[in-house]
């Protein structure tokens, strides 16, 4: 059975994900992805006392790992390291086809939504802005980086207005702080209104950036 942190599990085609529908009205949807490695579990944890109105649906990456657990890019012997927006593009154009179908036949509003990932699941997060602005809402970039070759699309004003919550911690060593610097600054030169929350921890997000993201999400 499905934890109080892990609601029912589903599976809508090729798509297995966790929803949790809206206790409260307007309702709005969140998008959550989680990392390299990790499942439709993984990003509960993280969501604990967020507003009632937020509908949460949390997909699992189409790609499996041979050492366990899912990636939002095909896995490619000897290609670690920062994936690239193409390399990203096929699963953010298959998660919104998911989301169209399925959102149509669950009822749910999905017309615009609101984005969170945590280190890759970061990364499509902006990959999911930079090709479809119009249906992301605001973005929630935890321990990610902005994925390579995004320049063009960020050059034509695509994120221009966008709420973004960007976090990062100064001790990870699996995606350096100066990555989340550069990501600042690339979304602030593209038009982005970003709240930043650098702290002093690794690869995950202390209680003062988890704080500091629940208050940004509430301004619903």
């Known amino acids: 059975m499905p934890t109080a942190t892990e609601p029912q599990l589903y599976q809508f085609h090729d798509w ?63 290609t670690w390291g920062n ?33 969170m990932g945590f280190s890759q699941g970061a990364a499509m997060t902006i990959t999911l802005a930079l090709l479809h602005p119009e249906r992301v809402r605001r973005l929630v970039v935890l321990s990610g980086f902005m994925p390579e070759n995004s320049e063009f699309r960020l050059s034509h004003d695509r994120l221009s207005g966008k709420p973004v919550f960007l976090s990062h911690g100064r001790q990870d060593d699996l995606i350096p702080v100066e990555q989340a610097r550069k990501t600042l600054s690339l979304l602030r030169n ?14 995950k997000v202390n209680n003062e950036c988890l704080e500091a993201m629940k208050m940004f999400l509430a301004e619903f």
Request: include cysteine; aromatic fraction near 10%; proline fraction near 5%.
């Open 16 to 78: 297995v994900f966790r929803f949790q529908a809206a206790q409260a009205k307007p309702s709005r949807l969140l998008i959550v992805m989680h990392g390299w490695m990790g499942d439709e579990n993984s990003m509960w944890v993280l969501l604990s006392k967020l507003s009632s109105h937020y509908a949460i649906l949390a997909p699992r990456g189409p790609q499996s790992v041979p050492q366990g657990g899912y990636s939002w890019r095909e896995i490619r012997p000897n």
């Open 83 to 115: 994936a690239s927006l193409d390399e990203l593009s096929p699963s953010a154009e298959g998660l919104l086809a998911f989301v169209n179908e399925w959102s149509t036949s669950a009822g749910v509003n999905a017309s615009q939504f609101d984005v």
């Open 190 to 203: 593209a038009g982005a209104h970003v709240t930043y929350c650098e702290s002093d921890t690794g690869h």
